[in-house]
């Protein structure tokens, strides 16, 4: 159909165009009309290709991106965040109730925390002197105290920790005993005894909530000795204690620190004991200081004094 009315439209053009050349405006004469049929008949119409191009659709592949894993390594010696921050009930005796030793601290092994610029190298290090004023303000000193401060003296001394680093630590002793307890501290920094933290004790301290964690080992401390009214042997800074989480107090169901339970087992050895004829209990012992191990009555692991109290 389309094919026929393109064909009957050509056949008007040619027609129009016979008349225009014969310079006539009248209708067609019959030999104007058999040209024009003429003309159609031998007239073939191109009908050109109808072409429909479709864009092409490039196809870009990326890549794969590949993220990066990130890997945090924790430190095995790393200290754990609720240290020092979960008070214990308290019992009749005003002491934290004793609770099973968490699992972290069963076999503890802590980083020392830099409270001094540690030593330059692995050699002994040490100094005795007064006590500065900082550090007396920060102490448990107080004009109660029965002792005066120019009979104390402060101490720092190099020692081996947990983590396999040197460290310094502080102390204040009674000035009649300085010299002896830097020896001390040089056998056991000679014997890499770990220690995990030596600091000088503050008041707060003193009268904080118990929990139940502490392991500082440590000498002058303004307080009454463990159930008694009487002063300690540590308020005249002629005692001290090493690693106490490790070598704990026990009498009775009190042990302290209160979650240090796990090392009443004196059988099941771990760094950081104290044991019968060790570096430790040889080390004060050629100074004349007694150890707390050998009591009766109670066992103070920690603790060495002069006069045996």
């Known amino acids: 159909m389309g094919r026929q009315r393109r064909r009957a439209a050509l056949i008007g053009v040619l027609a129009v165009a016979a008349l ?3 310079g006539c405006s ?10 024009v049929e003429s003309a159609a008949a031998t007239t073939t119409l191109a009908v050109a290709p109808t072409t429909t191009t479709r864009p092409e659709t490039t196809t870009t592949s990326s890549p794969p991106v590949t993220t990066a894993a990130t890997t945090t390594t924790v430190s095995p010696f790393a200290r754990p965040d609720w240290l020092g921050t979960r008070p214990l009930p308290l019992r009749p005796d005003e002491h934290g109730e004793v609770q099973p030793t968490p699992p972290e601290l069963v076999d503890r092994r802590i980083e020392t925390p830099d409270v001094l610029p540690p030593p330059n190298g692995d050699e002994f290090a040490s100094t005795v002197g007064p006590i500065p004023a900082d550090v007396l303000t ?3 000193w107080t004009e109660e105290c029965p002792v005066a401060v120019d009979e104390l003296a402060y101490l720092t001394v190099s020692h081996y920790g947990f983590d396999g680093e040197f460290h310094t630590g502080e102390m204040i002793v009674n000035t009649a005993v300085a010299e002896d307890v830097v020896e001390v501290f040089r056998r056991l920094h000679e ?8 600091r000088v004790i503050t008041k707060e301290e003193i009268d904080a909530p118990p929990t139940g964690d502490w392991n500082d080992t440590t000498s002058f401390v303004c307080r ?8 300690s042997w540590h308020a005249f800074g002629l005692a001290i204690d090493i690693n106490p989480f490790h070598n704990p107090y026990e009498k009775g169901d009190l042990v302290l620190p209160e979650l240090a339970s796990a090392y009443v087992d004196r059988n099941d050895v771990r760094l950081g004991m104290i044991l019968p ?6 080390a004060f012992a050629e100074i004349g200081w007694q150890w707390g191990g050998n009591w009766r009555t109670l066992k103070d692991w920690m603790h060495f004094s002069r006069d045996g109290g």
């Open 277 to 282: 004829g060790d570096v430790v209990t040889e």
């Open 191 to 198: 014997a890499r005894f770990p220690i995990e933290q030596m």
């Open 20 to 22: 225009s050349a014969a």
């Open 224 to 231: 009454p000795a463990v159930g008694s009214q009487n002063w």
């Open 138 to 140: 920060r102490s448990s």
């Open 26 to 35: 009248s209708p067609v004469d019959g030999t104007a009309a058999a040209a």
